[in-house]
T-cell receptor, first 113, second 112 residues
Framework: NAGVTQTPKFRILKIGQSMTLQCTQDMNHNYMYWYRQDPGMGLKLIYYSVGAGITDKGEVPNGYNVSRSTTEDFPLRLELAAPSQTSVYFC????????????FGEGSWLTVV | EDKVVQSPLSLVVHEGDTVTLNCSYEVTNFRSLLWYKQEKKAPTFLFMLTSSGIEKKSGRLSSILDKKELFSILNITATQTGDSAVYLCAVGRNNAGNMLTFGGGTRLMVKP
């Protein structure tokens, strides 16, 4: 049982490039989230999904897109990378109604130069 | 706007000291308050609190919630260098997304 798996762990992007952070979970969780964490700060919600085919914006969605074609996968896309998107990104999942036991991925460190 | 505020921002103590970390919140449709420990990687779960006045304990760590005054504290007794980390407080709401709102964290450094 792998839990929540994120790739890549580290990436350096140039301004204007695009990339996708992959996230997959094997726990059949219906809720999935993408958070970003800037240095010395808490986590801020980018996008979330309550099930396959359903996504919604969180606090800081600008510059990002997501899709949820399957229960397992919730990729996060950066279309035109900007230095302000330099951050650590965490994917997380939860089984709705299970008392908020959230499972985090290991994190993806992204630097935009 | 929902808010979760943690204090202090950072703290330096010596091994053996006792520390108290604070978390206050203003959120709509409060469901639960959670504490996490973060050491350079993903946050790891410590406690979830849903009821006022009931202390949760795990070894040297304990936490309590006051739903009337809208805050929680996390106590660590007899601190060890391994307790050095960022401690995050998060509040879960009763909403369609089951989302958590995080505070900014308290950075604890325990010196030998």
């Amino acid at each position: 049982n792998a839990g929540v798996t994120q790739t890549p762990k580290f990436r350096i992007l140039k301004i204007g490039q695009s990339m996708t952070l992959q996230c997959t979970q094997d726990m059949n969780h219906n809720y999935m989230y993408w958070y970003r964490q800037d240095p010395g700060m808490g986590l801020k919600l980018i996008y979330y999904s309550v099930g396959a085919g359903i996504t919604d914006k969180g606090e800081v969605p600008n510059g990002y897109n997501v899709s949820r074609s399957t229960t397992e996968d919730f990729p996060l896309r950066l279309e035109l990378a900007a230095p302000s998107q330099t951050s650590v990104y965490f994917c997380a999942s939860i089984f709705g109604g299970a008392g908020n036991t959230i499972y985090f991925g290991e994190g993806s460190w992204l630097t935009v130069v | 706007e929902d808010k979760v505020v943690q204090s202090p921002l950072s703290l330096v103590v010596h091994e053996g000291d006792t520390v108290t970390l604070n978390c206050s919140y203003e959120v709509t449709n409060f469901r639960s308050l959670l504490w996490y420990k973060q050491e350079k990687k993903a946050p790891t779960f410590l406690f979830m609190l849903t009821s006022s006045g009931i202390e949760k304990k795990s070894g040297r760590l304990s936490s309590i919630l006051d739903k009337k005054e809208l805050f929680s504290i996390l106590n660590i007794t007899a601190t060890q260098t391994g307790d050095s980390a960022v401690y995050l407080c998060a509040v879960g709401r009763n909403n369609a997304g089951n989302m958590l709102t995080f505070g900014g964290g308290t950075r604890l450094m325990v010196k030998p």
